[in-house]
């Protein structure tokens, strides 16, 4: 492979896009510019991947003519549509143009604005933009996880190609890298190939130039419409399967063939014509067995010359390979340069680029969520901080895990709980700010993260630093949102109040009995007494 067709695939490649992903149902090339619509149900984050997939971005609605252009590709379809505007601050700005917004091209310059009447400035807002024609593709703010029904793609053409002259009985359609068809334009993307009707002649777009197929076999089988070969003389070659030949018109269909000397031969791929004689020759990525009839699989990838540039690696594939680019890094044109994550809000809060990766960081009165390292989370840090409140609902505050809010005569202020007074802790207890951390005393170990258990080899408590670190043992609880099953400050009053109350029953029982014992004593003594009185006397009689 000499420099110059290799410049051509690599560059052909990456303007034509990662394999996969989803194609564009609908487009528009205006200028140095194309427009595609998927219809794909994609989050903010998926949509703009594949969009930079394709080479691209989601599309920015600068002025009025993206705006008709948006409308176009539209114009025919139901559903909520992602455009590349999103918010990266922490809050929107009800003041600007583009409301504190941004273009995933991270800039705000924009003549057009159209947002929805219902637009939310409050801080808690959803962060990205979506179009629809039921909603007249007014600018609507949706949460960036939703699906939508599909999205909307804008690319950059670089040395685009001008539509090809036809006679009065042609006409010529155009298939894009993007992967949507066109027929009525001016300018075509490089990667682009034309087909001339009724000839089924077919011409690829590089570098302001339409080569006639069939061109290098790594492009689309080079235009063939059954296969592609080099030829012994590295000349891309069409070929067709067996009983067939290539059309001597196009060079690239099938047609049936009258007699066919290559049945006779039995290849494996294709059969090659040279002077008269024939002989087999195999696809791109195989070459030819010593029976000079079979194929067998190259691994180009063994060749280190095949994915020149850096940050570039190869992929080998069943019959060829591809170059891509390293993890964190995307194609742009030739190249392989760092992929700005950044630029799909990845971020809750703010997003920092690095070579091949970013960072999240949070703005100040928060922290990273340990949990989400994408998210943020209330942070005070100090025994009293400043609640956060709704702007638009003063009465609405909230404040971090660990403390609770305190109105004052103006504001609304987050005071720092102790953890330690609720005795969550078996032993020892160290209020934080937020928090709290459980602690043992020695020869106990610290489990659950707040039950101390006593060591086996320890009977008396004593320090044995075989078995037994020299210091406690510490854990870090994130919050009181958890007790030990040990009794509580409130379980303890009340079993103090049931005894006492039991206590108090059993006094009043006895009380209760003791007195009646004492009326049935005085209650005998009084009718002894009575019987005294009238004169009864138990007689005995002599028998």
Known sequence: ?????????????????????????????????????????????????????????????????????????????????????????????????????????????????????????SCSSPRCVSVSKESDFKWTQEPCGEQAAGFLCEYGLIQPCKNLEVAQDESVTYM????FKVEDVLSLPMGTIATRM????????????????????????????????????????CYCPPGQIVSPENKVTCEEATDDPCLALRCDHACYRSDGSYACVCDHGYKLAQDGRSCV?????TDERQCPGENFKCKNTIGGFQCVCEDGYVKSGSLCVDDNECLSAPCEHECHNTPGSYNCSCFEGYKV?????????????????????????????????????????????CIEIDECISNYCDQQCTNTFGSYVCSCSPGYT???????????????????????????????????????????????????????????LVVFLAHHILSRRGKMESSGALKAQEGEAHGLHRVATDA
């Open 369 to 413: 969520d340990p949990k989400s390292p994408n998210k943020c989370k209330r942070h005070c840090g100090k025994e009293e901080c400043a609640a956060e409140c709704d702007p638009n609902d003063a009465s609405q505050c909230y404040c971090p895990d660990g403390y609770v809010a305190e109105e004052r005569e103006d504001h609304t202020v």
């Open 446 to 504: 610290l489990v659950n993260q707040y039950n101390c258990v006593k060591n086996e080899d320890h009977t008396d408590g004593s320090q044995d630093s075989t078995t037994a670190p020299d210091f406690p043992t510490t854990s870090y609880i994130p919050g009181p949102t958890r007790q030990p099953s040990g009794v509580s400050v409130g379980a303890f009053v009340g079993i103090i109040l049931c005894t006492v109350f039991l206590i108090v």
């Open 176 to 179: 894009t890298p993007m992967g």
């Open 297 to 301: 699989d190259f691994n180009d990838c």
């Open 198 to 237: 009724p000839s089924e002649t077919k011409y690829l777009c590089f570098s302001e130039k339409w080569l006639k197929a069939p061109w290098n076999c790594e492009i689309q089988e080079g235009g063939c419409e059954h296969k592609c070969a080099m030829d012994p003389n590295e000349v891309p070659s």
């Open 1 to 121: 492979m000499n420099d110059v067709t290799g410049l051509l695939v690599v560059i052909l490649v990456s303007m034509m896009g990662r394999t996969g992903g989803a194609g564009a149902n609908n487009g528009y090339c205006i200028g140095n510019q194309c427009f595609g619509m998927i219809q794909d149900p994609s989050d903010f984050t998926t949509a703009q991947d594949q969009c930079k997939d394709k080479g691209g971005h989601l599309m920015t609605v600068r002025s009025s003519v993206s705006h008709d252009i948006l409308s176009i590709l539209l114009g025919n379809f139901t559903g909520r549509f992602w455009i590349g505007l999103h918010l990266k601050t922490a809050c929107p700005d009800a003041a600007a143009g583009l409301k504190g917004f941004q273009w995933v091209t991270e800039d705000s310059e924009s003549d057009f604005f159209n947002w929805a009447p219902s637009f939310d400035s």
